[in-house]
């Protein structure tokens, strides 16, 4: 365990040798609706992108901090753009432009993550805040919806879409997923086509190889077992951080064989109550028998299985120019597909055997883990990952305790 920590100290430390420079994305200023300067842009954070603008000029590496207000607004790279606007009379932020059609949404995140929404009529120039109020405590809370009656007057035609705009929360995706659905059925109204655009979030697709090992405990007894544990997966990963590339959610599903063998001991002593168990293929009370004194567990295990797992993590990538150092952390589910395995559970007494049965595996085929992590990625054309995982509690898993500890090599195939 502590080697485990001086590696997860070792990845901070060297993350940050490379963060400031990471953080610069090519992109530009917009100094009037028609003037654009490219340099790059250094994105902290999307609720820092709303308060001020880290930008530097290509030529010459100057770096100028500019404030809302200042200039007409700015763009990372080609995913990304905000626009300096009056929210109220005495404030003025960069909104991001999340979606642009016969309607303009904006949006903006403060310093306690709280979202903030604006719709502008690009005809009209009409501007006004989508706003909700929550009344209560959470044993008896009434949520008012003033936005949906702003949505209503907004939209010229707000007719042909009712049935969507009751139901429309006040989120990024439910927005903008109302404002395509009614630019389309606008577009049919008038007999013409009409396309908005809006940022895409695609998710990230992925393979990997597994190899690690699987150890294994039964209650009390004494021994531990290293199981072998090979296998491959596909990854979807997909941002949450809003262009910041530093959060994601990591879905993966993966196929691994594991090949396991181990005996465990134990000496009991057995009293007139006893019972008498290695809790996996023997169980009996000791009253109606002679057996008393220290009695000899022995019992051996042999697994052969095929495990489907489907982790779920959420992950943070410390920026880095090239080379990047990531955490994870969530739940690894898995479900044995085969189990092929017997155990024999022998119990003696001074050399003599009172019980030696065999029988087929029956331990649980589905278990659920806590999944930790860290590693690398390289970012070039593709994205090449390493990454070390270990989940080292499993919840409702009977007798046998289980520790997993796995190498992952892959390759993204989109780049982010």
Not at 369 to 378: D, H, P, S, T
Request: charged content about 25%; aromatic content about 12%; overall charge positive.
């Amino acid at each position: 365990m502590r080697k485990l920590a001086l590696l997860c100290i070792s990845f901070l430390f060297l993350s940050q040798m490379g963060k400031g420079q990471e953080l610069y994305r090519e992109g530009f200023i917009l100094t009037s609706p028609f003037d654009t300067v490219r340099g790059q842009v250094k994105y902290y954070s999307y609720n820092k992108a709303a308060t001020q603008c880290v930008f530097r000029i290509e030529d010459t590496g100057e770096e100028k901090v500019y404030q809302p207000g200042e200039i007409y607004g700015y763009g990372i790279e080609n995913r990304l753009l905000f626009n300096s606007k009056k929210v109220s009379p005495s404030k003025i932020v960069f909104l991001e432009v999340i979606y642009e059609g016969t309607m303009r949404l904006y949006g903006y995140r403060d310093q306690f993550r709280r979202n903030y929404f604006y719709l502008e009529n690009t005809s009209s120039g009409d501007f006004e805040a989508l706003t909700e109020k929550l009344v209560g405590n959470k044993l008896r809370q009434r949520v008012f919806k003033p936005y949906i009656d702003v949505l209503k007057l907004m939209l010229d035609k707000s007719e042909l879409i009712l049935d969507k705009i009751e139901s429309t929360a006040l989120t990024h995706k439910s927005l903008t997923n109302l404002l395509v659905e009614y630019d389309e059925r606008y577009a049919n109204f008038k007999g013409r086509v009409l396309h908005g655009s809006k940022e895409q979030w695609p998710p990230t697709t992925g393979f990997y190889l597994i190899q690690g090992m699987a150890q294994q405990k039964l209650g009390d007894y004494a021994g531990t077992g290293n199981a072998y544990l090979a296998g491959l997966g596909v990854k979807f990963q997909k941002e949450i951080s809003r262009g910041t590339k530093r959060l994601y959610l990591d879905l993966d599903l993966n196929l691994s064989y594991e090949s396991f063998q181990q005996t465990y001991t134990k000496t009991e002593e057995v009293t007139d109550q006893s019972i008498v168990t290695n809790g996996l293929n023997f169980a009996f009370i000791s009253t109606n028998t002679t057996i008393r004194g220290n009695v000899d567990h022995s019992t051996t295990i042999n697994l052969r299985r095929l495990n489907l797992g489907m982790p779920l993590n959420i992950k943070y990538v410390f920026p880095g120019k090239k080379w990047l150092f990531t955490m994870n952390s969530g739940i690894n589910p898995q479900h044995a597909l085969t189990k092929s395995g017997q155990i024999n559970g022998v119990l003696t007494q001074d050399e003599n055997v009172l019980i030696d049965i065999t029988s087929k595996e029956e331990t649980e085929r589905f278990r659920m883990a806590i999944n930790i992590g860290f590693g690398i990625q390289l970012s070039a054309k593709k994205t090449y990952f390493l990454d070390f995982q270990h989940s080292p509690s499993w919840f409702n898993q009977g007798i046998l305790k289980y520790k997993y500890s796995f190498i992952r090599l892959g390759l993204l195939l989109d780049k982010n």
